[in-house]
């Protein structure tokens, strides 16, 4: 029998999970691990089977981990963080634990919340920005093109999707360099070996209290005047769904985490694999039509959200094995992507290729809320890069991933004229 490790939390695979994930489907496509007490999901059937069964697998996972963690904590510190949660967000305990959270929220909480965001991220909403984001994209072109040399991923993709949330939000202009200091230590609070230090006192606290006090009035005001942002839909009195404030404030939080690490990284994804397969960019430059397609195969080929979890509400058979009730399970979004079973020749990156079926933005309920402004976003960013990069290439062969096991991409892609570098 082939006895396969694997620990999803571990950094062991991190840099190129792709044969290890190969090697699950095949011999563990439902693999107990022991050192982090989750079980892996790997197959695309089987995620897809776990993530279209809410009443089976439920999303509060994250509360049952903060849960075991607040078991370990002695009764001082608990008191301690207690006191400072009511002081520092102004709210009442009673509240907290009532506050709802889409990503969090199953069956018909989760349906009443949903219905209210989607106002949101309408099609046609999400349209108007075309223009803007466009104009966005060529102001970070416009500072890179005068360069030597720079950073696509600190230059271009960090900045592009934090400015669009901030003004989809309705940040003012004199406040966004603050929004963003704000945006990128939660962010950094929310993945990686950071997560465990995002407590009372850390950056990552410092700037939840600044958003949470910055936020308190907008929605007041919003309440009493509604103008054309998100901010003013969220507060819309929708008799079940009203959002208080607090949960208001989750939302904008889950924004920052879900919408700006996830978008910066599909766009370094796509360069770093247009670079590593240029009869690939040839295809693109020949054809900007294919742009779509590019964005989706990178999507599936080299996933930004590696994993996502669930927790079993009973004893649930997969794949021939028994998942225990309570159990938390990895659901393997980056492994279904490559799974053979469902794609011709996966491990190529092919941008013809009918990528429907991919589950990069997850499936089913949850279903990411904010994928059609992903791909407009990558697709204003790359329509405008595309034709630039046959000139340019790599400054350095140093590859630096993230500091996450989730999120999945490089920390900087420098790049350079190719005459400068072959000079
Ligand atoms: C390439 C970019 C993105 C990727 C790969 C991505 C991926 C995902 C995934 C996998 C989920 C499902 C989570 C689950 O089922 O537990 C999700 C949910 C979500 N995403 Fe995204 N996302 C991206 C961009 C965005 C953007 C730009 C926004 C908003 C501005 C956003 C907002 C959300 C929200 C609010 C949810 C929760 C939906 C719910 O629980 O109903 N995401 N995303």
Redesign the pocket.
Known sequence: MHEVRYNPRSYEWRDDPYPKYRELRDHAPVHYSPESDMWVVSRHADVQSV?TAPEQFG?KTQFRQRQKEMDELSTFQKLRSLISVIAELKILPTKLVKARM????DGEE?SV??KL?NKG?TPRRVHSWDERIAELVEGCLTKIRQRERFDLVQELAIPL?VT??AE?LGVEPEKKATFKRWSDAIIQGSTGEAQMVSGPGSPTWTAMVGLRNYLRPIVKARRAAPQDDLISILVQDEAEARLSDFEIFF?VL??LI???E??T??LGNCVEALLANPDQLDLVVQDPSLIPGLVEET?RYD???QF???FAREDVVIAGTTIPRDAIVA?L?GSANRDERFWDEPDRFDVRRKTSGH?????????????S???L??KAALEALVPELPGLVRATDSVEFLDSVLIRGRVRLELEPRARSAA
């Open positions: 993530l999303s889409l990503i969090m929220e989760h919340m949903r965001v991220f999707p669009v949330i989809w939302f889950l924004l879900a919408g700006n996830t978008t990284n599909l999507l996933s930004p959200v996502i979890t669930r659901v979004l589950l990069a933005f997850g499936f089913g309920a949850h279903f990411c809320l904010g994928a402004l992903a791909r976003e990558a």
